[in-house]
């Protein structure tokens, strides 16, 4: 009875163990089908949930089974007795090795197992399957933890090789010659790194002594010296890849700002300024507006101390280009900077104003705002369809002393010539200081678009100072203005006006921000006069670029080369578009200063007044009056003839010095 007792208790343990097992499994089963669910890579989760419940459910109940399997075993055999001890050990031994069989669903007794026949048939079935891939064997052979690690290891490996093509892609954008230094071998991997490295690099270029202390670091690691241009390409290169500029508008910026400023306007480029309105006076005050969209949630203060008209809005509610004081024309949605040439122009009432070039009709709208609608403006823009916004922007703001025209802005001087008061030029530009509404500037901009660009700038300047009058009271202004930073389009501009017209720079009145204009700029020398126009930065006074020039008109007619205040108003003459600064433009033999210089009577051998020629006039004139009327006829024809062959010469001359 004691073996029997003991025999008794060792299979009660097993089957306990079993059952645990058993438990232990079906735990192991749903914690797997849960966790791929919610991961989301699971296509029995995702596609087929209702088959692997099924399935879940078929396993469960085979468990169970087979707990109900081994129960009766031990019940027979713990009935059988102990009359034969060996031969029941080796029972024993038998039957533990068919409950693990039976357990594991592996006995293959004529097919007819309790679980492995259709088990087998189902994963035939659905060999696409990660349930069926894994198998209960795996589950039961490793535990969770091992599991956990497994799938860490594989989150880890797939994260070193992004980490890995992220870098591969940097240094493939950032390509670096074979004989530089180690130090600057490294490719930053991401855009801190990037930034401080291009900072860094301009720091070097603008300190020389830094620069030297560099060189001779390199010299002292038996590196070959780093020359200042391959410094400057590598700087280059750098901002290009950082923030997508082509090569002609990196050179021209790095001319024109330091290292300090290039770097801050990039990145002020690349977020967009702050929205700004302005109030329509002639329909309610800035006070009574502001209230207004108070109430409708938007968040506004007072633009600045220069303007009493001006709105900044950080927040609201509503759209602000659909409100119904929007509609009604009591504000206008204008940039800063695009306010600042109307303060500059300053028109007064009863004044006649141009707008060369008016469209889309926000500075016009202000100008007649000022104005407080008395007076004339006539606003101008060669595109009929950009006319139309015009028409739609002065009904909505209630403007009616405009008359509206669409006329190439260079021919306006041959039906108004000296007609107006003020004129307001906002020229076409490049747009290389409102890259934040438009990034196609940043690689659409070469040298002959530049060109062309301040060529077209230079003939609106002429034109909108020959269509100002000199002799007006209360005007006689122009102002210039750009939406562009880049020299080559604003103080080369009004440099050039300023040496083939009677003009000067004056000093703008109504607003105290800006910088100075430039009067040296590379190896140009321009008027010191220019340093009274203004710039405006993105970087420095949170609106778009901007430059603005205010000329003032002395007197009518052309400037020429020699006689720059001649009594006399010199002739207009036809001049090559393509003539910048040049010394011999307006060049013409009856120049008053041209007859001062000694090489006169070389340049022009007709028109000697040596005695010898004098001579030969009297005597001519001698013959004529004693010769009968015949020969008077043909001496006189000699000297018609002699007259009309010096005027072809002098044309020629004349032409040719053009």
Excluded at 215 to 240: A, F, G, T
Excluded at 620 to 644: F, G, N, T, W
């Amino acid at each position: 009875m004691g073996r029997q007792a003991e025999r008794s208790d060792i299979g009660a343990k097993k089957g306990k163990g079993k059952k645990r097992m058993a438990v232990q499994n079906s735990i192991r089963v749903a914690d797997k089908i849960s966790k791929k669910a919610l991961k989301g890579d699971d296509p029995v989760a995702r596609k087929t949930t209702s088959r692997s419940r099924k399935r879940f459910a078929k396993r469960s109940r085979l468990a169970e089974e087979k707990l109900e399997l081994i129960s009766k075993l031990e019940d027979e055999g713990s009935a059988e007795g102990s009359d034969d001890l060996p031969d029941d050990d080796f029972g024993d031994e038998d039957n533990d090795s068919k409950k693990l069989q039976l357990f594991d669903g592996e006995i293959d007794d004529g097919g007819g197992g309790i679980g492995g026949q259709d088990d087998e048939e189902e994963e035939a079935g659905d060999d696409d399957d990660e349930y069926d891939e894994d198998g209960d064997s795996s589950d039961s052979n490793e535990s969770i933890a091992t599991k956990s690690k497994n799938i860490l290891k594989q989150d880890a490996n797939v994260r070193c090789q992004a980490e890995k093509e992220l870098r591969l892609n940097i240094a493939q954008d950032n390509e670096y010659s074979d004989d530089e230094p180690m130090e600057t071998m490294s490719v930053p991997t991401d855009l801190k790194s990037l930034k401080a490295q291009i900072s860094a690099r301009l720091d070097l270029l603008n300190n020389s002594k830094a620069f030297e202390k560099y060189q001779k670091k390199l010299l002292s690691v038996n590196e070959e010296p780093l020359r200042r241009s391959d410094l400057i390409k590598k700087v280059q290169q750098d901002l290009q890849s950082l923030y997508s500029y082509n090569d002609f508008l990196v050179e021209a910026l790095m001319d024109l700002f330091t290292s300090k400023s290039i770097l801050q306007f990039m990145e002020a480029s690349e977020s967009e300024r702050p929205l700004t309105i302005r109030t329509n006076t002639l329909k309610t005050r800035r006070k009574d507006l502001a209230q207004c969209l108070i109430n409708r949630g938007v968040n506004l203060d007072p633009l600045g101390p220069w303007t009493k008209v001006g709105l900044v809005i950080y927040r609201s509610q509503v759209p602000i280009g659909a409100t119904p004081e929007y509609l009604a024309g009591h504000y206008v949605i204008q940039g800063a900077s695009s306010m600042l040439p109307v303060i500059a122009l300053a028109p007064k009432s009863d004044e006649k104003v141009l707008d060369l070039c008016a469209a889309p009709g926000m500075k016009t709208s202000y100008i007649a705002q000022l104005m407080k609608n008395t007076g004339m403006v006539l606003a101008n823009d060669p595109n009929e369809n950009r006319c139309k916004a015009i028409v739609g922007n002065l009904h909505r703001t209630g403007v009616s002393n405009t008359v509206i025209c669409s006329l190439d802005g260079r021919k306006m001087p041959h039906f108004y010539r000296s007609h107006f008061d003020r004129v307001l030029v906002d020229a076409p530009c490049s747009g290389s200081g409102v890259i934040s509404k438009d990034t196609s500037v940043k690689s659409s901009k070469d040298a002959l678009q530049l060109q062309r660009i301040f060529t077209v700038q230079r003939e609106l300047l002429l034109a909108a100072i020959d269509s100002c009058s000199s002799a007006s009271e209360s005007g006689g202004f122009i102002v210039y203005s750009t939406c562009s930073v880049l020299v080559e389009e604003n103080e080369a501009v009004v440099d050039y006006a300023l040496k083939h017209r009677h003009v000067v720079v004056v000093p703008i009145a109504g607003f105290d921000i800006g910088e100075e204009g430039f009067a040296k700029y590379k190896s140009h020398r321009f008027h010191p006069s220019l340093k009274l126009s203004k710039r405006f930065y993105p970087h420095l006074h949170n609106m778009d670029g901007f430059f603005i020039c205010k000329l003032q008109k002395k007197k009518e007619g052309v400037k020429t080369a020699f006689a720059e205040e001649s009594d006399e108003e010199p002739q207009v003459n036809k001049k090559s578009k393509n003539s910048f600064n040049d010394k011999n433009d307006n060049f013409t033999p009856d120049s008053p200063s041209l007859k001062k210089t000694k090489n006169y009577e070389k340049a022009f051998p007709e028109q000697e007044t040596t005695p010898a020629r004098k001579k030969t006039k009297k005597e001519m004139s001698q013959r004529i009056e004693e010769q009968p009327e015949v020969q008077q006829k043909e001496d006189i024809e000699k000297v018609d003839h002699v007259k009309q062959k010096s005027r072809k010469l002098k044309k020629v001359f004349s032409a040719r010095k053009v």
